[in-house]
């Protein structure tokens, strides 16, 4: 039985990769003829078993996603700490901007208090700013 004639047996739409996967090779080695195999299928709880497939699948892709996104935010994150100690070493303004934009005001202070940096002027200034809000 292919793909297209279970859809039509079963009156329902599984994705082709579980169809691949788990129905044609349960059905292959099934005694029962394609009609009656289908039908024990439905009644048996077919349709939610591929739903379920469907969101394991959906959650997996999407715990990947997160995964490297996180990956991804972590080494962003350390860029952005090796652009602060380039800043510092240089006095490079522009690159201080690059970060606050990036990170934030409060990470760029943070990460400058907890490594005994200078404190420039400028951020000095943004500081009684923010504090006088």
């Keep these: 039985m292919n ?3 279970f859809k039509k047996r079963v009156n329902f739409d599984v994705a082709e990769q579980y169809f691949d996967e788990v ?3 349960a059905y292959m080695n099934s005694p029962l003829d394609k009609d009656e195999w289908c039908k024990k299928w439905k009644k048996e ?3 939610q078993a ?3 497939w469907l969101i394991k699948k959906h959650n ?3 715990n990947d996603a997160i995964s490297k996104d996180m990956e991804f935010s972590e080494g962003i994150e350390e860029l952005m700490k090796r652009l602060i100690d380039i800043s510092e070493e240089y006095s490079a303004l522009p690159l201080r901007t690059l970060v606050i934009d990036r990170i934030g005001f ?3 202070l943070a990460y400058k208090l907890e490594n ?3 404190i420039w002027d400028i951020d ?3 500081l009684l700013r923010r504090l006088k809000k």
Excluded: F, L, R, V
């Design 60 to 62: 997996a892709a999407i």
């Design 23 to 25: 129905i044609n090779p």
């Design 124 to 126: 000095k200034q943004d």
């Design 3 to 5: 793909y297209n004639e």
């Design 50 to 52: 591929a739903y379920t």
């Design 116 to 118: 005994n940096m200078a």
């Design 106 to 108: 409060d990470a760029y």
């Design 45 to 47: 709880g077919g349709i």
